[in-house]
């Protein structure tokens, strides 16, 4: 009997045993529907160019993370003066990929298409505005980046500087900004702030204007690739140089050597009355002069203020995703947080002071730039963005031969069959 019962509680032990086995081996293999084991610590690198956000971006991100405990997201911001372009191509050589980056469009898709996962089904598509979709949708019809937002640059300008010179209406026409320049310089006021030291303030920024000026711009840019287009003899490039000519007459000191934190410093601290930049300064702006009373110009190059008379309005960049992430889904599902929570949404309009590219998401706590975005946008008065459709690198080395035409070591003839040259080469 004894030896009966000892071989029963054998068994029943080892049963309990293998039940333990079974139920912990079931435990430590199950995923969750990313394939993630459940409870494991994921960690999303993510790689963006937006210097004016790193902090507020970082601090979304301590949200989103406290929100969901097993993610961790690295932060890793390169811009300013920095070659975001060349850093993240350096990463995928490095082996280092990050999960979540930023891509322009156009033709920058085409360069990366390879490596971007397809988000035409994910759940904030159907908010996109029209404009926001153009520059990551493929000749298939897919889409491959969420937009960032919308944003607008021109001449940011001081009112109560203006004010000051006696200037009562704000100038819409060329002739009208050079008067406006020559009463500033007459009140001891220096016109512009003007950051030639940063190549993608005069290599895109400014150097678009005279490709958005096209009658019709894509058609030109699309005849500089099939070679019927060209700029030298091109009137809108002719009229590039007046404006040109302008701010580097009425500039602050040493322009060539002045860097993007500067030029924004001297405008804000009232040291110059316009800035050629956007609304992404506005933050930066803010923080130096928080009762600063300010609003946008156009870049004007002629009188004629049907066409003088616009902003340049359109997609900075965009946020894709690595399609060979280890973590997919949850890539894709921090993004979709970013527009469709009330967290998301606050910072985008309230920190980041964003012109959201959603129908979902008010464009609340804007400040006076993106106030004066959003009229120009309304009152239909706006060009294009279109250096996204130009060679990879042109507009680096379109900068280097604006900053050499700035320097006075070519002429202006020089300077646009430089233009040419690059174009020709890297097309």
């Known amino acids: 009997m004894k030896r009966i019962l000892l071989l029963l509680t054998m068994v029943l ?12 081996s079931s435990s430590s293999g199950s995923e969750d529907d990313g394939g993630e084991k459940e409870g494991e610590k994921i960690t999303l690198n993510l790689m963006q160019f937006k210097v004016e956000i790193a902090d507020q971006l970082q601090a979304m991100i301590d949200e989103y993370e406290k929100e969901h405990p097993n993610i961790e997201i690295k932060l ?56 926001g979709k153009v520059p990551m949708t493929d000749t298939d019809g897919k889409l491959y980046g969420m937009p960032v937002n919308l944003e607008g640059y021109g001449f940011v300008y001081n009112k109560d ?8 209406e704000p100038p819409k026409t060329f002739s009208e900004l050079k008067a406006a320049a020559e009463k500033l310089e007459a009140a001891g006021i220096t016109p512009f702030a003007a950051g030639y030291g940063e190549w993608w303030v005069v290599g895109q920024h400014l150097l678009n204007i005279p490709f958005a000026q096209q009658d019709d711009p894509v058609a030109f840019i699309e005849g500089l690739y099939a070679g019927t287009e060209k700029f030298v003899g091109n009137k809108h490039f002719e009229d590039f140089k007046n404006v040109l000519d302008l701010e580097l007459k009425y500039a602050n000191d040493n322009p060539l050597t002045t860097d993007y934190n500067t030029q924004v410093t001297l405008f804000a601290s009232g040291e110059t009355a316009m800035l050629q930049q956007g609304n992404w300064t506005e933050n930066m702006i803010y923080e130096v002069n928080p009762e600063i009373n300010m609003g946008f110009l156009p870049i004007a190059m002629t009188d004629d203020e049907a066409s ?99 320097a006075g070591k070519i002429d202006y003839e020089t300077l646009l069959t430089r233009f040419q040259e690059t174009w020709d080469n890297l097309k």
């Open 13 to 24: 032990v080892v049963g309990i045993f293998a039940a333990c086995s079974s139920k912990d």
């Open 76 to 131: 890793e911001t390169v811009g300013g003066g920095a070659d975001y372009g060349a850093a993240l191509k350096a990463k995928f050589a490095s082996g280092e990929e990050p999960d979540i980056f930023n891509n322009g469009g156009f033709k920058e898709l085409e360069l990366w298409k390879e490596r971007l996962a397809d988000l035409s089904n994910e759940p904030w598509v159907e908010h996109v505005l029209p404009i």
């Open 161 to 168: 500087l203006f004010e000051k010179a006696g200037i009562t």
């Open 308 to 406: 003088a008379n616009r902003l340049p309005v359109g997609v900075p960049n965009n946020w894709v995703v690595n399609k060979n992430s280890e973590h997919l889904q949850e890539a894709k599902d921090f993004l979709n947080w970013m527009v469709s929570s009330d967290t998301g949404k606050r910072y985008i309009t309230e920190e980041f002071a964003f012109i959201p590219a959603f129908d979902n998401i008010e464009p609340t706590g804007l400040g006076d730039l993106g106030l004066s975005i959003l009229e120009y946008s309304k009152d239909d008065k706006t060009v294009p963005w279109t250096w996204f459709r130009w060679p990879d690198g042109a507009n680096m080395e379109k900068a280097a031969a604006i900053q050499e035409y700035a």
